[in-house]
């Protein structure tokens, strides 16, 4: 499942349905509206293999590596939401849920840095051409 965090405009949610993204967004079709960042990790446990996309970067901690969700922290703007997510659904290390669990990912313009489930150093993706 990809969860979005209320932080992304409701145009990019119903852009990434256009496209044929399956996405739910924390205040309309899980969680509710005004969840604070604290109640949104013990969400995410209870929900299953999860995949959340969040503006928020305070969610980029390697602390918060754990086997059954994967966080994504989307440093672009909020209009560019959609295709990056779809972007980032799309490369080739991350195209599979089972890729993306136990990761802590910032997505940028030009690429990632992601924290793995046990791992000692951050690692660096940069996009396909």
């Avoid at 313009?109 to 791992?119: Q, S």
């Amino acid at each position: 499942m990809n969860v979005l965090d209320e932080n992304i405009p409701d145009s990019q949610r119903q852009l990434l349905r256009g496209w044929r993204v399956r996405v739910r967004q924390i205040g309309h079709e899980v969680g509710r509206q005004g969840m604070k960042d604290e109640e949104i990790i013990p969400f995410l446990h209870q929900l299953g293999p999860v995949t959340f996309f969040t503006r928020d970067l305070g969610f980029y901690h390697r602390h918060l590596c754990y086997a059954d969700y994967c966080l994504v922290c989307l440093a672009v703007g909020q209009y560019e939401v959609a295709s990056f997510i779809r972007r980032f659904l799309r490369h080739p290390a991350f195209n599979t849920r089972a890729k993306r669990m136990g990761k802590v990912i910032r997505v940028t313009h030009t690429g990632m840095r992601i924290w793995k489930l046990h791992a000692e150093k951050e690692e660096r993706l940069v996009w396909p051409s």
